[in-house]
């Protein structure tokens, strides 16, 4: 039974940082892409980033040089540090995972809960 996990989400000031953590189990970690996606309220969710299983690595444009993903196979782990965080990425912040980087949420096979993020101004 696959399973993914998130935590790190919280309420911070603008101009903070936030780690987000999503802890996979019941796959095979090295071998899939993990990506991150968020949906705000009222809104539809939308790409924020993901990471080939060769460290490939894509952004959406608005947290481009802003967030970085990484991925530790060691500890079945994909991580989003987040930066210069702003009011408008307030969201709920969700990994994904399949066999294949993607940027379209339709094709993510397995997805956590969530973990909420909150930017106050």
């Known amino acids: 039974q696959v399973q993914l996990v998130e935590s790190g989400g919280g309420l911070v000031q603008a101009g903070g940082s936030l780690r987000l953590s999503c802890v996979a189990s019941?796959?095979?970690?090295?071998?899939?892409?993990m990506g991150w996606f968020r949906q705000a309220p009222g809104k539809d969710r939308e790409f924020v980033a993901a990471?080939?299983?060769?460290?490939?690595?894509y952004y959406s444009d608005s947290v481009k040089n802003r967030f970085t993903i990484s991925r530790d196979n060691a500890k079945n782990t994909v991580y989003l540090q987040m930066n210069s965080l702003k009011p408008e990425d307030t969201a709920v912040y969700y990994c994904?995972?399949?066999?294949?980087?993607?940027?379209?949420?339709?094709?993510?096979?397995?997805w956590g809960q969530g973990t909420q993020v909150t930017i106050s101004s």
């Open positions: 019941g796959l095979t970690f090295h071998t899939i892409a």
């Open positions: 990471i080939s299983r060769y460290i490939n690595t």
């Open positions: 994904a995972a399949d066999t294949l980087v993607y940027r379209e949420e339709r094709n993510y096979h397995y």
